[in-house]
């Protein structure tokens, strides 16, 4: 079993920043993969940033060059860097983690961001 809590939400003006933390506790030797989603108003839930248990990342086309995905080596840590923000990026973004053995799926509960001036 394993538990996602984000934190690090909040509100923030346009070309500043947020950074994004996931602990995750649990059975944590079990996630293969994991990556933040965002779901703003109306809208889909769609991925942001993923990050594979060997280290490669992969960016929504709408963050490159803006968002980093990281995680501690420790794996109990996911982070989120957000730099120059717009006010597109407003939604509440969630910590994603999937794992192989048993296949399952895991979502925190969401922490807001709110780009606005």
């Known amino acids: 079993q394993v538990q996602l809590v984000e934190s690090g939400g909040g509100l923030v003006q346009p070309g500043g920043s947020l950074r994004l933390s996931c602990a995750v506790s649990?059975?944590?030797?079990?996630?293969?993969?994991m990556a933040w989603y965002r779901q703003a108003p109306g809208n889909q839930r769609e991925l942001v940033a993923q990050?594979?248990?060997?280290?490669?990342?992969n960016y929504q086309d709408s963050v490159k060059g803006r968002f980093t995905i990281s995680r501690a080596n420790t794996k109990d840590m996911v982070y989120l860097q957000m730099n120059n923000l717009k006010p597109e990026d407003t939604a509440v973004y969630y910590c994603?983690?999937?794992?192989?053995?048993?296949?399952?799926?895991?979502w925190g509960q969401g922490t807001q961001v709110t780009v606005s001036s």
């Open positions: 649990g059975l944590v030797s079990s996630i293969y993969n």
């Open positions: 994603y983690a999937s794992s192989i053995q048993p296949p399952h799926i895991y």
């Open positions: 990050i594979s248990n060997d280290g490669i990342t």
